[in-house]
T-cell receptor, first 112, second 113 residues
Framework: EPEVTQTPSHQVTQMGQEVILRCVPI?????FYWYRQILGQKVEFLVS????????KSEIFDDQFSVERPDGSNFTLKIRSTKLEDSAMYFC??????????FGPGTRLTVT | GESVGLHLPTLSVQEGDNSIINCAYS??????FIWYKQESGKGPQFIID?????DKRQGQRVTVLLNKTVKHLSLQIAATQPGDSAVYFC????????????FGPGTSLSVIP
């Protein structure tokens, strides 16, 4: 069964550093998403992406965040200057034509 | 504003018993609801969904009930198994579209062998 993959599984970075989280959505899906989950809390929407542009973003997704689909298969989330409060699990998701969102296993980001 | 919330943050059930996880939503215009299961260290996994024109939908060992009058959603798991232990999230997609999914806070289900 096709699945969404994410790398790395765990990223440790120092405050102020840039990080790039990578996702490979399911190949025939056209809509992509990033969500985050702070430890013990609910999953929060960050951004949705379609046709090579952002279709919606949340208040969390400020100027420090950006997304890109550089090569038709990867979907990346960049945080330019990480803060302690960016520590969380980051989930990528892609959706098929039934609106069912398929989530990846997540990247645990730890900012020290 | 929109919100999706849960009545019970934790639930413990005996193996073999049925489990019921409840959820309240506040956006009466929402027309698509989803239940996700999240096991430790993994991403949310789709369990079952229901559209607002339905009251009940059944899957394999799971049933979702939607009461639009009181804006209440429930997930019933029949014959609960140890593998069902996880956090369960209700979520809504306000426009049954490719928009974001809004998650509730989650209920932790623990199955006692």
């Amino acid at each position: 069964e096709p699945e969404v993959t994410q790398t790395p599984s765990h990223q440790v970075t120092q405050m102020g550093q840039e990080v790039i989280l990578r996702c490979v959505p399911i190949s025939n899906h056209l809509y992509f998403y990033w969500y985050r989950q702070i430890l013990g809390q609910k999953v929060e929407f960050l951004v949705s992406f379609y046709n090579n542009e952002i279709s919606e973003k949340s208040e969390i997704f400020d100027d420090q965040f950006s997304v890109e689909r550089p090569d038709g298969s990867n979907f990346t989330l960049k945080i330019r200057s990480t803060k302690l409060e960016d520590s969380a699990m980051y989930f990528c998701a892609s959706v098929d034509n039934t609106y069912e969102q398929y989530f990846g296993p997540g990247t645990r980001l730890t900012v020290t | 504003g929109e919100s999706v919330g849960l009545h019970l943050p934790t639930l413990s059930v005996q193996e073999g018993d049925n489990s019921i996880i409840n959820c309240a939503y506040s956006n009466s215009a929402s027309d698509y609801f989803i239940w996700y299961k999240q096991e430790s260290g993994k991403g949310p996994q789709f369990i079952i969904d229901i559209r607002s024109n339905m009251d009940k939908r059944q899957g394999q060992r799971v049933t979702v009930l939607l009461n639009k009058t009181v804006k209440h959603l429930s997930l019933q798991i029949a014959a609960t198994q140890p593998g069902d232990s996880a956090v369960y999230f209700c979520a809504e997609n306000p426009k049954t579209s490719y928009d974001k999914v809004i998650f509730g806070p989650g209920t932790s289900l623990s199955v006692i062998p």
